[in-house]
């Protein structure tokens, strides 16, 4: 995370230490924007995310744990302002996927590297949309987030062996839409 230990962050961030906070922020916010990508069209983003930050500066008074505890509590407050938002707003998972297409349609043209490596996440984000909600969510919280099974499980509600099943199908799932679109993949997830 930080040349400082993770105890020191957290504290400096429970005593409204800014410079703590944003060791925080950078630790965290990329694979935060990455997860909701996941989950929600480009527009809805930034503005989630902002309200997952604004959550968790309400809470991190009460909070304790160390850094695996703190990315678990963290992205359940994600998982929750998404959960949220899709009441709110009724929006599906089929939609995300066709709104990504666009994006991924125009970075195809682009040349540059960074457009490319920005595809390619765009690219994981749109498979990811396409497999079932609960399998997608399971890779994306393990992957994206880098929680363990057992992290994952507390956050979803299931078992850790169930986690690990729906990882498992997910995975293999997107190995089978990879091959129909011509890609060809390694036999590591069948």
């Known amino acids: 995370m930080s040349a400082r230990p993770f105890a020191e ?46 959550r968790a500066s309400r809470s991190w008074q009460r909070f304790s744990g160390d850094e695996g505890d703190f990315r678990a509590w963290f992205f359940s407050i994600a998982r929750a302002v998404s959960i949220d938002s899709y009441r709110l707003h009724g929006r599906r998972r089929e939609q995300l996927a066709a709104d990504l297409e666009p994006r991924m349609t125009e970075r195809r043209a682009a040349a540059e590297v960074d457009a490319f490596e920005s595809f390619g996440t765009d690219r994981a984000i749109a498979l990811l949309a396409r497999l079932p909600r609960e399998q997608g969510e399971a890779i994306a ?48 997830t069948r």
């Open 141 to 188: 919280l393990r992957v994206i987030a880098g929680l363990d099974a057992e992290r994952v499980a507390e956050i979803m509600g299931k078992r850790p062996g169930n986690v690990r099943v729906l990882q498992h199908r997910g995975l293999r799932r997107l190995a089978m839409l990879l091959e129909a679109e011509g890609v060809r993949t390694a036999d590591v």
């Open 9 to 54: 962050t957290l504290a400096g961030v429970q005593d409204g230490e800014e410079s703590a906070a944003s060791e925080l922020w950078r630790a965290h916010h990329p694979a935060l924007l990455r997860f909701l990508r996941t989950r929600h069209a480009a527009p809805d983003v930034d503005d989630l995310a902002s309200e997952v930050w604004l």
